[in-house]
């Protein structure tokens, strides 16, 4: 993984809905929690400008991030994040700390790439996406930012599913491993109403 995320963080005592609105109105701060590794949760603030900037990158969403609490080191990912509804702005975070003897398991997002390139959409085919994420299981170190999607040999009319992505070495599929019933489909290749194949058939029938 390329990308480095550290946000400074720090503990903080004054707890509850009401203080958690002071430290966004006056300070300007998101409210956040860490807990796992058999350890206490640690209630902290992150600045809401650093948390916003590095939400900005897709990553950080799948990334081993490091919180630096008051000057100690914790490894952690984003489990939970609460944004308000109108304003931009951060209500809440969980983060999750992670060991690296541990697997842990997250969402990471799918890249559907070469769709142009696509077997099926050079036939006139569609291409429908009906996942954008997949839940993985995984040691931190063999944590992917994202898995590929390479569209080009899929043909008209083919669903792709869980089962036909290259994952990672040391990755697999939290869905998969509950059995085959679970393998979801993430895309198919479909002809749009309207499309080449029935212009042709109602170009044969006004011949």
Do not use: W
Not at 149 to 162: A, E, N
Request: with cysteine.
């Amino acid at each position: 993984m390329s990308n480095e995320f550290t946000l400074a963080a720090e503990k903080r005592s004054d707890i509850g809905k009401g203080a958690s609105r002071r430290l966004r109105r006056e300070a300007d701060k998101a409210p956040a929690v860490i807990y796992g590794a058999d350890k206490a949760p640690e209630s902290i603030t992150i600045l809401q400008k650093d948390i916003l900037k590095a939400l900005e990158n897709e990553a950080f969403y799948s990334h081993i991030l490091t919180l630096e609490v008051e000057g100690e080191k914790q490894e952690v990912i984003l489990k939970d994040l609460q944004r308000h509804p109108a304003k931009d702005f951060i209500l809440h975070a969980d983060f999750l700390r992670v060991t690296a003897d541990h697997k842990l398991t997250t969402h990471v997002p799918l890249h559907f790439i070469n769709e142009d390139k696509c077997a099926g959409v050079k036939k006139g085919g569609v291409i429908t996406h009906s996942a954008v994420e997949v839940e993985v299981r995984c040691l931190p170190a063999d944590l992917p930012e994202f898995i590929e999607v390479d569209m080009t040999d899929f043909d008209l009319g083919q669903i792709i599913h869980l089962s036909d992505l290259k994952l990672p070495q040391g990755v697999e599929l939290v869905e998969l491993a509950h059995g085959e019933s679970h393998d979801q489909a993430i895309a198919n290749i479909q002809t749009p109403r309207g499309g080449a194949d029935e212009e042709a058939e109602e170009g044969e029938s006004e011949a």
